[in-house]
């Protein structure tokens, strides 16, 4: 294990993506626009995944990337659930182009490097790691025919990455979501800041990729479990923040509620638990960089950093009082992206078993 702390680089790029993110996302701006039809703000994607590079962090510079590692992409994913933003970051930048990257793609990963084209990856966001390949969608005659539910970011993707059963087993194939024979369907998400739908696909022309199909998706379900717990990190962090400057200066009694002893020991209670959750990540985040026990640092970060980040927005929105159970507030923005993280890629529970599993440990 390399160093958890955050290097210059690392602190570089927080600066720059939180400069741009109070600028162009801030909660005021979020809040009007997940009441719309479309929550995602694409101008401030192209600034992050074209301008700033963002979108090609995981990607070889010789496919047009920046040749980083998972470390510098949970710092990017840290700020984003910490604004909530509205972004295809986890579906377009992490969870598609690690199965393109792992299955050996270099076509469309360089797209998506780039910022041209947005992707996604066909499983229900709730599918864990170590799940089993999906079978919803088969290959028939060479084409894809099948349905798969609550695929993250699909509204706004370009590019599909399509796990099927072939003749031969698992496959993954790279389908365009403007081709004849696909239908996209919004479904109404608990989270308002990322959107899920359904994928049906009628007899779809595709690309099939080469690479080992179950490999790579267990690694982009990986990957993606590992990072989001980075996520979930900023939602909590941002939850502690408000919550500790709203007590500091809401007075009751004459004095402000943060000076009451019971608050206090919630609040501290809860720093601790950030601090143990930035551990967690960091060591999910370089064991993903190095490729040293990813299995287990990421089931630890997983299983951890999912609860807290319930527990940080509930915590949250109790301490704001009645502010907090008002719709003008963010602080539900926050109890909806941590509650519906808390489900995605595998939930708290099993990554506790797998973990089980990973150190021997009984049933």
């Not at 028939?140 to 399509?162: I, M, Q």
């Not at 369907?185 to 994928?199: G, K, N």
């Not at 967690?280 to 299983?303: F, K, M, P, W």
Request: glycine share 8%; with cysteine; aromatic share 4%.
């Amino acid at each position: 294990m390399s160093d958890l702390l955050y290097g210059e680089v690392e602190n570089d790029l927080r600066a720059s993506v939180r400069d741009l993110l109070t600028d162009r996302s801030p909660w005021t701006s979020v809040l009007a626009r997940v009441e719309t039809d479309k929550p995602y703000d694409l101008e401030l994607w192209r600034t992050l995944a074209a301008e700033m590079g963002l979108a090609g962090l995981l990607v070889p510079e010789d496919l047009g990337g920046a040749g980083a590692s998972a470390r510098e992409v949970a710092v990017v994913l840290e700020e984003l659930g910490r604004a909530v933003t509205p972004t295809p970051f986890l579906g377009s930048a992490v969870l598609a182009t690690t199965a393109l990257l792992a299955a050996g793609d270099t076509e469309t990963v360089a797209e998506l490097a780039a910022g041209q084209r947005i992707g996604a990856l066909a499983v229900s966001l709730t599918t864990a790691p170590n799940a089993a390949f999906p079978s919803a969608v088969k290959v028939v005659d060479g084409k894809l025919t099948g349905r798969v539910g609550s695929v993250a970011d699909l509204e706004v993707a370009d590019v599909v990455v399509v796990p099927a059963i072939g003749a031969d087993g698992p496959e993954l194939h790279v389908v365009q979501t403007a081709s004849a024979g696909v239908t996209v369907t919004p479904i109404t998400p608990l989270d308002l800041t990322r959107r899920i739908a359904t994928l049906e696909l009628a007899d779809v022309e595709s690309r099939k990729l080469s690479g080992d199909a179950a490999a790579a998706l267990r690694t982009a379900l990986t990957t993606g479990a590992g990072l989001l717990a980075a996520e979930q990190l900023g939602v909590a962090q941002w939850c502690l923040d408000a919550t500790t400057e709203y007590v500091a200066t809401r007075h009751q009694f004459g004095r402000p509620i943060g000076s009451f002893q019971a608050l206090r020991h919630r609040l501290a209670d809860l720093w601790a638990s950030v601090s143990g959750a930035v551990a967690v990540s960091r060591a999910a985040a370089d064991a993903l960089a190095t490729g040293s026990d990813v299995d287990i640092a990421v089931a630890v970060a997983a299983s951890y950093c999912s609860e807290l980040a319930v527990h940080a927005a509930e915590e949250a929105l109790q301490l704001h009082g009645g502010i907090g159970m008002t719709w003008e507030h963010p602080v539900h923005l926050y109890l909806g992206r941590a509650k519906s993280s808390e489900l995605a890629l595998g939930t708290p529970e099993r990554h506790r078993d797998a973990l089980a599993s990973f150190v021997d440990l009984p049933a």
